[in-house]
């Protein structure tokens, strides 16, 4: 074998050999490229849509919460007039409760009773508009079932109203139990969602109210109105067998749109809501972005390719050198001196092809970097987030399990937040939010982690550090530093915090339990002394299952009717007459039997039950009050306890005002006893709210007095006409004579302030021997009496 030919051939064989390394090196460089690009664009795509069913579940949400207060108004007004309605019968004056107010500002279409021969009996509309509805779908259900339940129709014409309504009925019974009717209360199913025309939720928003059979009782897309169509074979009405909230992506079976779809069951009612956002608006950011990422790639794909070729060209080129090397051995100088010079050119090109991919991948790292830090941080602030927060406590938590480290969670939330946004706007607000991290930031230390979680609330990871001193001097200073004033705009105003502390392992095993924990330490804080810290114990988690139970109760105690009132008489010290009764709340629970006033109204004012029970206190003991008055017992004043949550709402003023009228009582029947501790929060707010209720002709008196602080200045500045002493005062007549001046001290006091008096807790003849010397206007105990019903009372002042 010819020599110089197997070594030809060697080289030939080498060289396509390499060209093929080169092209599948460039394709794999393009596949992993391409693969990151679609990794990307799909991850950004689950974040857009994550994004999206937040927004439509929170909408959902909102949605749910108003429609359920539309359904519950509609049915108390069903009960109200199917009550009147059994007392009163065909006498029953519908226009006249509507124009007494009984029913303003509720969008009913049409208020009626059908009586058991399905004729409308009587109605809201004048001229009233006999008419024949036993064919309704609503009789007939009734007719059929003794189940005193609400029912709510399916979208119909109203004969009466000659409009589209839904109808929520409920059954009338005859005292013997059988069929007396229908209550019939026709609502503007449009109602449910026009509030939300007017927002800007995108072209092709849509949200819609269906019952469980798939019937549409009311939906809004864009600006366009419908009702009446069946989606009952449609993706969220299969999902709402198993389910009774969550997402989907669906073409909608209405008008075709593709949206991103999110579903709330009621628990109540068989009825669901469902919120849409346009699938193509909510990705159109993430659209725009993606097109700039495949320009990226094209560019590197192009740069790579040519970098490829030129290289095979070069590596060819030289293959062609060497056999012209040794078919002219005579040009031997001249032609490498001319082959070093189209080396140089042809690195210089490789050169400039290398630095143009550099450039490519630096811009793709720096738009991942991007990426995560839009994904890792809060945008207010710029803390890490929950996201962060999440996997760091997740990483810590795995480490402490192996032994590895210890730690503690700090769990901070700002007590004053929600007045300073609600006062002052949501600027000052955000702003707050702001300082407050960068101080907590600065308190807690280099090797803290510190994230914002939600609204106000942040939390603190002190990795190592398990020591409770020395946690306990961390928690203290962020305490100090989140109590110094804020300047926000030439506004200065002050907050405080509450902190709770969880240290892991000890505290829990996963990262679910240590925030869990931090957070009822919080809570225990606030409970026990807001702007405090504490640490978490295992009573705390109990006591936050028994808190929640009890809460959950709470929420349907009007609408069970397990709420009550009794009322205390108070009587002249000297003649013992019957001047009044202070209203006592009283909660007899189906699950837990009777549940004491001091456990249950914490609850109410912490999870904002308080507003609702509070309306329903006030309304109850005016009506006493009309029925004493009707009774010719019209000088009576009923005392109504009012919470530090009633007093500040922004409506409050007008509540009172509106159930003054309502009830057509004289303003001076009425006394709100408020306390010295409802006042620390804003004495200059608070005082402008009772001077308006002093003008009313309202009454006011300080209860508890002489439990809180700087008792003399608020008299000095309180328009208050009545004082009560707290019984904790009472009893030291009993046992120490000598701090029983204090009791005389207070009366005499007060009398210079042109007070009434009443003493609080009188129990035995020998305190009310010693207030009516020392000449105490009134007295309130069992001594006198124990709380009693309504009717034991109104015969209390007729045996007077």
Same mark, same amino acid.
């Given at each position: 074998?010819?020599?110089?030919?197997?070594?030809?051939?060697?080289?030939?064989?080498?060289?396509?050999?390499?060209?093929?390394?080169?092209?599948?090196?460039?394709?794999?460089?393009?596949?992993?490229?391409?693969?990151?690009?679609?990794?990307?664009?799909?991850?950004?795509?689950?974040?857009?849509?994550?994004?999206?069913?937040?927004?439509?579940?929170?909408?959902?949400?909102?949605?749910?919460?108003?429609?359920?207060?539309?359904?519950?108004?509609?049915?108390?007004?069903?009960?109200?007039?199917?009550?009147?309605?059994?007392?009163?019968?065909?006498?029953?004056?519908?226009?006249?409760?509507?124009?007494?107010?009984?029913?303003?500002?509720?969008?009913?279409?049409?208020?009626?009773?059908?009586?058991?021969?399905?004729?409308?009996?009587?109605?809201?509309?004048?001229?009233?508009?006999?008419?024949?509805?036993?064919?309704?779908?609503?009789?007939?259900?009734?007719?059929?079932?003794?189940?005193?339940?609400?029912?709510?129709?399916?979208?119909?014409?109203?004969?009466?109203?000659?409009?589209?309504?839904?109808?929520?009925?409920?059954?009338?019974?005859?005292?013997?139990?059988?069929?007396?009717?229908?209550?019939?209360?026709?609502?503007?199913?449009?109602?449910?969602?026009?509030?939300?025309?007017?927002?800007?939720?995108?072209?092709?928003?849509?949200?819609?109210?269906?019952?469980?059979?798939?019937?549409?009782?009311?939906?809004?897309?864009?600006?366009?109105?419908?009702?009446?169509?069946?989606?009952?074979?449609?993706?969220?009405?299969?999902?709402?067998?198993?389910?009774?909230?969550?997402?989907?992506?669906?073409?909608?079976?209405?008008?075709?749109?593709?949206?991103?779809?999110?579903?709330?069951?009621?628990?109540?009612?068989?009825?669901?809501?469902?919120?849409?956002?346009?699938?193509?608006?909510?990705?159109?950011?993430?659209?725009?972005?993606?097109?700039?990422?495949?320009?990226?790639?094209?560019?590197?794909?192009?740069?790579?390719?040519?970098?490829?070729?030129?290289?095979?060209?070069?590596?060819?080129?030289?293959?062609?050198?060497?056999?012209?090397?040794?078919?002219?051995?005579?040009?031997?100088?001249?032609?490498?001196?001319?082959?070093?010079?189209?080396?140089?050119?042809?690195?210089?090109?490789?050169?400039?092809?290398?630095?143009?991919?550099?450039?490519?991948?630096?811009?793709?790292?720096?738009?991942?970097?991007?990426?995560?830090?839009?994904?890792?941080?809060?945008?207010?602030?710029?803390?890490?987030?929950?996201?962060?927060?999440?996997?760091?406590?997740?990483?810590?938590?795995?480490?402490?399990?192996?032994?590895?480290?210890?730690?503690?969670?700090?769990?901070?939330?700002?007590?004053?937040?929600?007045?300073?946004?609600?006062?002052?706007?949501?600027?000052?607000?955000?702003?707050?939010?702001?300082?407050?991290?960068?101080?907590?930031?600065?308190?807690?230390?280099?090797?803290?982690?510190?994230?914002?979680?939600?609204?106000?609330?942040?939390?603190?990871?002190?990795?190592?550090?398990?020591?409770?001193?020395?946690?306990?001097?961390?928690?203290?200073?962020?305490?100090?530093?989140?109590?110094?004033?804020?300047?926000?705009?030439?506004?200065?105003?002050?907050?405080?915090?509450?902190?709770?502390?969880? =240290?892991?392992?000890?505290? %829990? &095993?996963?990262?679910?339990? #240590?925030?869990? +924990?931090?957070?009822?330490?919080?809570? !225990? /804080?606030?409970?026990?002394?807001?702007?405090?810290?504490?640490?978490?114990?295992?009573?705390?988690?109990?006591?936050?299952?028994?808190?929640?139970?009890?809460?959950?109760?709470?929420?349907?105690?009007?609408?069970?009717?397990?709420?009550?009132?009794?009322?205390?008489?108070?009587?002249?010290?000297?003649?013992?007459?019957?001047?009044?009764?202070?209203?006592?709340?009283?909660?007899?629970?189906?699950?837990?039997?009777?549940?004491?006033?001091?456990?249950?109204?914490?609850?109410?004012?912490?999870?904002?039950?308080?507003?609702?029970?509070?309306?329903?206190?006030?309304?109850?003991?005016?009506?006493?009050?009309? =029925?004493?008055?009707?009774? %010719? &017992?019209?000088?009576?004043? #009923?005392?109504? +306890?009012?919470?530090?949550?009633?007093? !500040? /709402?922004?409506?409050?003023?007008?509540?009172?005002?509106?159930?003054?009228?309502?009830?057509?009582?004289?303003?001076?029947?009425?006394?709100?006893?408020?306390?010295?501790?409802?006042?620390?929060?804003?004495?200059?707010?608070?005082?402008?709210?009772?001077?308006?209720?002093?003008?009313?002709?309202?009454?006011?008196?300080?209860?508890?007095?002489?439990?809180?602080?700087?008792?003399?200045?608020?008299?000095?500045?309180?328009?208050?006409?009545?004082?009560?002493?707290?019984?904790?005062?009472?009893?030291?007549?009993?046992?120490?004579?000598?701090?029983?001046?204090?009791?005389?001290?207070?009366?005499?006091?007060?009398?210079?302030?042109?007070?009434?008096?009443?003493?609080?807790?009188?129990?035995?003849?020998?305190?009310?021997?010693?207030?009516?010397?020392?000449?105490?206007?009134?007295?309130?105990?069992?001594?006198?009496?124990?709380?009693?019903?309504?009717?034991?009372?109104?015969?209390?002042?007729?045996?007077?």
């Amino acid at each position: 074998m010819n020599w110089n030919y197997a070594k030809q051939f060697a080289a030939h064989l080498s060289l396509k050999n390499l060209k093929k390394v080169i092209i599948l090196f460039d394709v794999f460089l393009l596949c992993f490229i391409w693969g990151s690009l679609l990794h990307k664009i799909e991850s950004e795509r689950e974040l857009e849509i994550n994004s999206a069913v937040r927004e439509t579940a929170n909408l959902a949400r909102a949605f749910e919460e108003h429609t359920l207060r539309t359904i519950k108004n509609a049915d108390q007004a069903a009960i109200f007039l199917k009550y009147q309605y059994e007392r009163e019968g065909r006498n029953i004056n519908i226009p006249r409760y509507k124009q007494e107010g009984s029913f303003a500002h509720q969008p009913f279409l049409l208020m009626g009773i059908i009586d058991e021969n399905g004729e409308l009996a009587a109605s809201d509309q004048v001229p009233f508009v006999p008419s024949n509805l036993k064919d309704r779908e609503h009789f007939y259900v009734h007719k059929a079932s003794r189940e005193n339940q609400l029912f709510i129709s399916k979208p119909v014409l109203g004969r009466s109203s000659g409009k589209w309504a839904l109808q929520m009925t409920r059954r009338i019974d005859r005292p013997d139990g059988g069929f007396g009717g229908v209550v019939v209360i026709s609502v503007d199913p449009f109602y449910f969602t026009d509030f939300y025309k007017r927002m800007d939720l995108g072209r092709n928003f849509s949200i819609t109210l269906v019952g469980l059979d798939g019937i549409v009782r009311a939906r809004q897309a864009g600006q366009n109105a419908d009702l009446g169509q069946d989606i009952s074979d449609s993706v969220v009405m299969n999902q709402l067998t198993t389910n009774a909230s969550g997402y989907y992506i669906a073409n909608s079976k209405v008008d075709g749109i593709k949206r991103i779809y999110s579903y709330r069951a009621f628990s109540e009612y068989p009825l669901a809501v469902l919120v849409g956002i346009d699938e193509q608006e909510a990705l159109a950011g993430m659209n725009q972005r993606t097109k700039g990422y495949y320009w990226g790639c094209i560019i590197a794909t192009v740069i790579i390719i040519l970098f490829g070729i030129l290289l095979i060209k070069f590596i060819t080129q030289q293959r062609r050198d060497r056999e012209a090397l040794h078919q002219a051995y005579e040009d031997l100088e001249a032609k490498v001196l001319l082959r070093t010079k189209e080396l140089f050119a042809t690195n210089g090109e490789l050169a400039a092809a290398n630095e143009g991919l550099q450039k490519a991948n630096r811009q793709l790292a720096k738009k991942t970097e991007e990426i995560q830090e839009i994904a890792y941080s809060d945008a207010l602030t710029g803390l890490p987030n929950r996201l962060y927060f999440n996997e760091w406590i997740d990483q810590e938590m795995r480490k402490a399990g192996r032994g590895e480290t210890a730690g503690c969670v700090l769990f901070i939330d700002l007590d004053d937040f929600k007045t300073v946004n609600d006062v002052l706007g949501h600027s000052y607000g955000d702003a707050s939010i702001v300082i407050a991290g960068q101080r907590i930031v600065a308190t807690a230390g280099r090797d803290a982690l510190v994230a914002r979680i939600g609204g106000d609330e942040f939390v603190v990871i002190l990795p190592g550090l398990s020591d409770r001193e020395a946690i306990a001097g961390i928690a203290e200073a962020i305490v100090r530093e989140l109590r110094i004033d804020y300047d926000v705009g030439g506004e200065c105003f002050s907050m405080s915090a509450s902190i709770g502390i969880a =240290r892991y392992p000890q505290d %829990g &095993h996963t990262a679910e339990d #240590i925030l869990k +924990n931090a957070d009822n330490a919080m809570y !225990a /804080a606030k409970k026990n002394d807001r702007n405090s810290w504490s640490f978490y114990e295992t009573y705390m988690q109990k006591e936050a299952t028994a808190k929640m139970v009890l809460r959950n109760n709470l929420r349907y105690a009007i609408e069970r009717g397990e709420l009550s009132l009794k009322y205390q008489p108070q009587v002249t010290a000297g003649t013992r007459a019957i001047i009044g009764f202070e209203a006592l709340l009283r909660w007899d629970s189906v699950e837990h039997g009777p549940v004491s006033p001091a456990a249950f109204i914490p609850v109410a004012e912490q999870s904002g039950l308080i507003y609702d029970i509070g309306a329903w206190v006030l309304r109850e003991a005016c009506s006493f009050a009309r =029925r004493l008055a009707m009774n %010719g &017992h019209e000088d009576v004043t #009923i005392a109504i +306890n009012v919470s530090a949550k009633q007093l !500040a /709402a922004d409506d409050f003023i007008d509540l009172v005002r509106n159930t003054l009228a309502d009830t057509g009582i004289k303003p001076s029947q009425v006394e709100l006893e408020i306390t010295e501790s409802l006042l620390m929060n804003s004495l200059e707010d608070a005082r402008c709210k009772l001077d308006e209720l002093r003008s009313m002709g309202v009454r006011l008196a300080l209860d508890d007095f002489g439990t809180g602080f700087s008792s003399l200045t608020y008299l000095w500045n309180l328009p208050v006409s009545t004082l009560k002493i707290d019984k904790s005062f009472i009893d030291l007549i009993l046992y120490d004579a000598a701090k029983a001046k204090i009791v005389s001290t207070i009366i005499h006091m007060a009398h210079d302030f042109d007070m009434l008096v009443v003493a609080e807790g009188v129990e035995q003849e020998q305190q009310l021997c010693y207030l009516n010397e020392n000449c105490c206007d009134l007295i309130q105990g069992y001594y006198i009496s124990k709380p009693v019903s309504e009717t034991e009372a109104i015969n209390m002042l007729g045996n007077h």
